[in-house]
């Protein structure tokens, strides 16, 4: 067993890397359609999987979100606003491995069947149960008040890219009923079915060993990072320190 420690950063990179390779991706970039909501982690996902297929060219993270926390420090941009919609690039959409440049979830829902996938990245996650949660800031419940009427009425499958940074306690159904009640202020909480996909799952699927965290935290630029506690074969430790060796020092993210 070998101990590393990951920041939010590398564990988002660490989740692309093998998101680009998950047998569902690479089955519905063959035939169907893959809908990537624009968000934090999912930038990495998208930047990973548009290489596997040689599309990568013009994307950006920089502004492949909807919105951000900021700390309560920074209620600003260094340019001295907060991100706009204008720069919005729109979703990742690949038909058939092909990216449909310009086009958001709402542009294509409506057309998503059985056999299409969603990715789109969450608030909060239930590591222990394995659920993901959203918060909700627009009237209409946002992207994934449209992307649920594909999931739930047309089997769409959704995956939910998560850091285990992300992790909390607490019964999800009963925080949604308190976040969602009348006169509360503040988003909206909105626990989603879907396959959670943390750095954990990531590991397993990259390298075959097993990922326990064990510990979080740290300063300096460590905070909100995971311990993780990694054992296999010998072949498979060799292979996830390679692996790690090869994200854990992806720079924070940026506006």
């Known amino acids: 067993m070998k101990q590393y420690v990951l920041t939010p950063a590398a564990g988002k990179r660490l989740i692309g890397k093998a998101l680009a390779v998950h047998p569902v991706v690479s089955s ?13 982690t999912n930038g990495y996902v998208a930047e990973e999987i548009l290489g596997s297929v040689g599309q990568a060219q013009g994307f950006t993270r920089r502004r492949f979100f909807r919105g951000v926390t900021l700390p309560p420090s920074l209620p600003t941009t260094h340019t001295g606003r907060l991100p706009d919609e204008s720069e919005f690039p729109g ?4 038909s058939n491995g092909i990216r449909q440049k310009g086009k958001t979830i709402f542009d294509v829902v409506d057309d998503l069947k059985e056999g299409d996938l969603i990715l789109k990245g969450a608030n909060a996650l239930d590591f222990v149960h394995k659920r993901a949660a959203i918060l909700i800031g627009h009237p ?3 992207t994934i008040g449209v992307a649920l009427q594909a999931i739930l009425g047309r089997r769409v ?12 306690d ?64 010998e072949e498979q430790m060799k292979d996830a320190e390679s692996l790690i060796r090869m994200i854990i020092s992806e720079p924070p993210f940026e506006l």
């Open 140 to 142: 209409k419940a946002g």
């Open 170 to 233: 607490g019964d999800f159904d009963s925080i949604a009923q308190k976040m969602n009640a009348p006169a509360v202020k503040g988003p909206r909480f909105l626990p989603v079915p879907g396959q959670v996909f943390t750095e954990i799952d990531a590991i397993a699927l990259l390298t075959g060993a097993k990922a326990e965290m064990i510990a979080g935290g740290g300063v300096c630029g460590a905070e909100g990072c995971v311990w993780l506690a990694v054992s296999g074969t």
């Open 157 to 168: 499958q959704l995956i939910l890219p998560v850091g285990l940074e992300k992790r909390m």
């Open 91 to 94: 979703d990742v959409i690949l």
């Open 28 to 40: 519905v970039l063959k035939a169907g359609t893959l809908v990537i909501v624009a968000g934090t």
